[in-house]
């Protein structure tokens, strides 16, 4: 099977259980600025100088995918979904962020002055992650304008994911600069 399925040639995608929606539509906004969001963690996973990166980075991007599946779940048909993905983005998740929120905090990733500058350190991982940090409030904004709308996800805790993991990717960004510094 071939991954050119031309399903999408007149503006249409799929979500989950044969449902179709334009590609503007904002449930397929916040499903491909999560997707960025998890394709901008990668350079950071291959560039990481930090032991806590490299493991927070793979375990979020595996959260991530579960997130998208929640997204292109169409309403009503949540029951079908958590039926055969039983995983789904939780308190937990939020918990485990703000775990690493205080740890990187303890560990001095928030010893600067003032706004920091994204690239000025010149350490490529501590850039990709402020680079990732920018995609994950985009889909954040995204998941976001869904509130109030039929297309509502039902799952509050993905919006506090996002807002925590944006945190997260801010200290991950000073922690791998003040890294390199102390090379």
Known sequence: MSIATRKGDQGQT??????RLTKSHPRVHALGAVDELNAALGPLRIAALRAETREIVPQVQRWLIELMGELATPPGE?????????EHISSKHVLWLDEWVAN???GGALKFKGWALPGE???MSGAYADLARVAC????????????????AP??????????LSDVLWLLARWEEQSAATE
């Open 155 to 164: 799952n509050a805790e993905l919006i506090r994911f996002l807002n925590r």
């Open 78 to 86: 949540e029951a079908r979904y958590v039926a055969t993905h039983p």
């Open 137 to 152: 409030r985009r889909a954040e904004r995204n998941v976001i304008d869904l509130l109030g709308t039929p297309d509502e």
């Open 14 to 19: 799929d979500l989950l259980f044969g449902c």
């Open 104 to 106: 990187l905090e303890a």
């Open 121 to 123: 350190a010149g350490v």
